[in-house]
């Protein structure tokens, strides 16, 4: 790769070489990088079209977001006029004057000398210089520190009980919170539980919604909707006789879905309802299809004149009335959950469908025709694709990062917390232009900006953040995080020194989230019993030997019992239990369990590197909800949790 090439890398965040899982340099291609700029708009094919580019590098000095901590100062550019310049090249600067004023969030207005003052409020505000209006949000200098508490993380979707329809819902969200602060905990951590497409096929995976700015109205319990219990006998009979009869093997959300709006559309309100962008792309989905991107020409912006002619006011009012209901039985669990020391932290998956509503809705602000993922490491031998646009980091910030922060606040708006997946794309996004997970390379974003902002919405919120920094993160990831007082992850299966050794309870760190396991690893027993590693070797998704897995598999128990004083002859459960006692004893501000784990079941959730092969999101919990409070093994989990 030429010096040429790689200088228009770095100046737009395109990594070259990247540190492995293993820690070593991995370089890479240059027809990568070539096309990952092309996927930013920076043609780079020639010599002579990075030569251009170059030249057109922006030398503005004026970024076009500006974000400071609470209490900072910054000296703003001086031109040398009486007044705000902009040059042909793009190159900006403020009055010398002082004629920059600032209008706060509030509405006053403040001029301002060459210096942003420190004493400006916590939030989103407008720096003013000529015809330039640049946003300026100050953000916290960190969070207040979480309490020291355990609580439970679960699958919603994969709960039942006598009431639900098939699969988990907001009332059995509901029941278990309120059950979880009886028993003590201090915090419910759930899946995503955003929007999917109002068509066929379902989505069942909740980190691949069509809208992370809404809710799906498949977690709604029909008969707990005011308006069920206001309707006549016979309408609730109508409603009733839709209830799915019998238990499935796997969850159907097709079968869910299909009985729960039928039912819903039974007793809909019959004024109308305004609707938002998701209500207008629901309408035109039920009409055209899930994807966007096959829709008619003139319906493929949201901002086009055909949009609003041809989607159906009747289906609008519909799917605006249905995150109503979404938003009134979220509201009832998060008010459930006042009291414990944290509550509902909900989950924030890295993106949505590359042709769902968010992605409609916003494609200004995505980058089109690339998906990001993860790069090959220990557990996943072929790396990820997620199959998720990414922001575009120019134009986001352009943008004033405003669809980021509305995005945060819709998900505040009915958390005590929030945990992000895969947090350190707030740094850098592994961005893959083709299929292939293993040709990609990072792009980076300001991290200040996305980190700064995250603390400020929380804070408004009064909200706690966990970051799931697992696998193959900078430091500077988890170092930000704890400084401003989120939480990393911390997982039993990962947290080594740098010798490889498993680290002892003392050696844990204390702004952390601790777990036995997470959604896309072995469970408990299925740690215990091998069964990551049968699994993967049917379905042919391990990259190495089999044998040699299964070896390493062993030995990791071995190292295990070790760490945890127990030796062969104990059973499966006291092992279990053993590992979430040596969780409470971490100083870890949060500990979290795992019905999954505490029942000993050995399927997990999602099996990442699979699509059809493995019942990803659609494995039912083996025992109804309330079997799952008076269970034994669960008493026994709680006493042990508790006692930290």
Not at 39 to 62: I, N
Not at 81 to 109: C, L, M, Q, V, Y
Not at 482 to 503: I, P, Q
Not at 601 to 608: F, H, I, K, V, Y
Request: hydrophobic share 40%.
């Amino acid at each position: 790769m030429d010096d040429q090439l790689m200088e228009l890398a770095e100046a737009h965040g395109v990594a070259t070489w990247y540190e492995g899982s293993e820690r070593r340099r991995v370089d890479v291609s240059a027809d990568v990088v070539v096309s990952v700029l092309g996927k930013l708009g920076v043609d780079a094919a020639t010599p002579e079209a990075v030569r251009t580019a170059l030249a057109q590098v922006s030398r503005d000095e004026l970024p076009p977001t500006i974000v400071l901590r609470e209490g900072e100062t910054k000296s703003l550019p001086d031109a040398g006029k009486d007044s705000f310049t902009a040059s042909n090249e793009g190159k900006a600067s403020f009055p010398a004057s002082g004629r920059a004023r600032i209008r706060t969030e509030d509405g006053r207005t403040l001029d301002i000398g060459q210096e942003i003052p420190g004493d400006l409020p916590l939030g989103w505000h407008t720096l003013i210089a000529g015809d330039r209006e640049i946003t300026l949000v100050v953000v916290p200098k960190s969070l207040p520190e979480p309490p020291r508490t355990w609580g439970w993380m679960l699958q919603l979707y994969s709960m039942h009980s006598r009431d639900s329809w098939g699969s988990g819902d907001l009332a059995d969200l509901k029941d278990f919170v309120t059950w979880s602060k009886d028993t003590g905990a201090g915090v419910v951590l759930l899946n995503p539980m955003h929007a999917v497409a109002p068509v066929h096929p379902i989505q069942p995976s909740p980190y691949s919604p069509s809208s992370r700015r809404h809710t799906n109205p498949v977690y709604l319990r029909v008969t707990a909707t005011k308006e069920y219990l206001e309707a006549d006998d016979a309408t609730k009979a109508a409603v009733d006789a839709l209830k799915p009869d019998e238990e499935q093997e796997l969850i159907d959300y097709d079968r869910v879905w299909d009985a729960k709006i039928a039912a819903l559309e039974l007793i809909k309100p019959q004024e109308h309802r305004p609707g938002d962008d998701f209500a207008v792309y629901c309408a035109l989905a039920e009409q055209h299809g899930a994807d966007y991107r096959e829709w008619p020409a003139e319906l493929r912006h949201p901002d086009g004149p055909a949009v609003l002619e041809q989607a159906d006011p009747a289906r609008i009012s519909f799917h605006a009335w249905l995150q109503e209901l979404c938003d009134r039985q979220l509201e009832e669990a998060r008010q459930a959950a006042e009291g414990m020391a944290v509550g509902i932290v909900h989950d924030l998956p890295v993106g949505v469908d590359p042709g769902g509503a968010d992605a409609w809705a916003l494609q200004d602000v995505l980058a089109p025709g690339v998906t990001v993922g993860a790069p090959p490491d220990a557990f996943n031998q072929q790396g990820q694709n997620w199959s998720l646009p990414p922001w575009h980091p120019r134009k986001l910030a352009e943008a004033g990062y405003k669809p980021y922060r509305d995005l945060l606040q819709a998900v505040f708006r009915h958390s005590q917390g929030l945990r992000i997946d895969h947090i350190a794309g707030l740094w850098r996004l592994w961005w893959i232009p083709g299929g292939d997970a293993r040709k990609g390379t990072y792009v980076r974003y300001d991290a200040d900006a996305m980190t700064g902002i995250l603390a400020l919405e929380a804070h408004r919120a009064g909200a706690a953040v966990i970051g799931e920094d697992l696998g193959t993160v900078e430091p500077v990831v988890t170092e930000t995080l704890h400084a401003n007082n989120m939480l990393s992850s911390a997982v039993l299966w990962f947290e080594r020194d740098d010798t490889g050794a498993m680290l002892p309870q003392a050696s844990w760190p204390e702004r952390a989230a601790a777990s036995i396991s997470t959604h896309d690893l072995p469970t408990a027993a299925g740690f215990l019993r091998s069964e990551h590693v049968r699994v993967r070797a049917e379905l042919k998704v391990l990259a190495g030997d089999v044998e040699a897995e299964y070896a390493n598999a062993a030995k990791e128990r071995r190292e295990l019992r070790e760490l945890l004083g127990i030796d062969e002859s104990a059973a499966e459960e006291d092992v279990i239990v053993a590992m979430h006692a040596f969780l409470a004893g971490t100083p870890c501000r949060l500990v979290l369990a795992s019905p999954y784990d505490v029942i000993g079941e050995t399927r997990q959730p999602n099996l990442p590197g699979t699509v059809d092969e493995y019942p990803n999101w659609r494995i039912p919990f083996p025992i109804p909800l309330a079997s799952f409070m008076a269970d034994p093994r669960v008493s026994r989990a709680v006493s042990t949790m508790s006692g930290r």
